[in-house]
């Protein structure tokens, strides 16, 4: 079966310009996720969807990222306006039982 | 709320000795365990888990974790490491009432050929 795709795999912005991210899931897949890795830092969960509804998005800084599921297929993670403490790699994950998570290739970002 | 904790940034073994990365947890309730490998520039694979149980887990690349409750650790080992095992391996832990995964901060594997 075809993995989780991301897109672009890498990015480099200037502070304070707007960036998105698209993430398809594995067919099937109902719960999406989207995780931030700062390097030397694990994941961290930054939002996650069941179908097209928001499930959690406590640790998701709203005042400047948004995230949207539409279809309740693939995504758009959006950063507007991006500083220079959002350069990481932005991972898309998804899972069906929510037992196992399948993850991405990742999107490096870098703000300057 | 749960927590896991990945005591060493990194792990030095000579290639054909036997590795182990260690991770302790804290939940409410009952864990759902998980470990990943991340290669450089790629996205998270996924070795092995526990769910329920046997408490020692069998996973990808002949990794094996052993659960053990009472010191609430999932202790990532192989009995032979290899130059390619070498990568970035973090422990992951859910609540089964929680769809909510929390990662620890990875331990980075060094095997010396």
Do not use: M
Request: charged share 20%.
């Amino acid at each position: 079966e075809a993995g989780v795709a991301q897109s672009p795999r890498y990015k480099i912005i200037e502070k304070r310009q707007s960036v998105a991210f698209w993430c398809n899931p594995i067919s099937g897949h109902a719960t999406l996720y989207w995780y931030q890795q700062i390097l030397g830092q694990g994941p961290k969960l930054l939002i996650q969807f069941q179908n097209n509804g928001v499930v959690d998005d406590s640790q998701l800084p709203k005042d400047r990222f948004s995230a949207e599921r539409l279809k309740g297929v693939d995504s758009t993670l959006k950063i507007q306006p991006a500083k220079l403490e959002d350069s990481a790699v932005y991972l898309c994950a998804s899972s069906s039982s929510g037992a196992q998570q399948f993850f991405g290739p990742g999107t490096r970002l870098t703000v300057l | 709320a749960q927590s896991v904790a990945q005591p060493e940034d990194q792990v030095n073994v000579a290639e054909g000795n036997p590795l182990t990365v260690k991770c302790t947890y804290s939940v409410s309730g009952n864990p759902y365990l998980f470990w990943y490998v991340q290669y450089p520039n790629r996205g998270l694979q996924f070795l092995l888990k526990y769910i329920t149980g046997d408490n020692l887990v069998k996973g990808s690349y002949g990794f094996e974790a052993e659960f053990n409750k009472s010191q609430t650790s999932f202790h990532l080992k192989k009995p032979s490491a290899l130059v390619s095992d070498s990568a970035l391996y973090f422990c992951a832990v859910r609540d089964i009432w929680d769809d909510k995964i929390i990662f620890g901060k990875g331990t980075r594997l060094h095997i010396l050929p």
